[in-house]
């Protein structure tokens, strides 16, 4: 199984942006869609943004309350996805999981079914 890392969960102030990177190895970064998903207590993983090694990007933020807030950068020399998430909101607060499958497309790293390698996940606290 090829890893990936999350980093950069912790404690964040509601209206503040938040920015969780996903180390990969230079296999899975070149080789595999990546995406990230959240999951609240109790409640499934939900894709919310991915990437495939061509820089084709999709992002899940439909509704008023997520659009514009999620985007995705990255720092392809050192083989980390960036998920930026800005005027973070208390729903906001959930794990957020780094995931990856041997896939050239986004839309198939951003639902669960086509997963192959999960992070532990890192979570993230919003104060009111």
């Known amino acids: 199984e090829v890893p990936v890392v999350e980093s950069g969960g912790g404690s964040v102030q509601e209206g503040e942006s938040l920015s969780l990177s996903c180390a990969a190895s230079?296999?899975?970064?070149?080789?595999?869609?990546m995406g990230w998903f959240r999951q609240y207590p109790g409640k499934e993983r939900e894709g919310v943004a991915a990437?495939?090694?061509?820089?084709?990007?999709?992002?899940?933020d439909y509704g008023p309350s997520r659009k514009g807030r999620f985007s995705l950068s990255e720092d392809r020399a050192k083989h980390i996805l960036h998920l930026e998430i800005r005027d973070v909101k208390p729903e906001d607060a959930a794990t957020y999981y780094c995931?990856?499958?041997?896939?050239?497309?986004?839309?198939?790293?951003?639902?669960?079914?086509?997963?192959?390698?999960w992070g532990r996940g890192t979570l993230v606290s919003v104060i009111s």
């Open positions: 995931a990856a499958a041997p896939y050239r497309s986004p839309y198939l790293c951003i639902t669960t079914e086509w997963i192959k390698v």
């Open positions: 230079s296999f899975t970064y070149n080789a595999y869609c």
């Open positions: 990437t495939d090694s061509d820089g084709t990007i999709d992002i899940r």
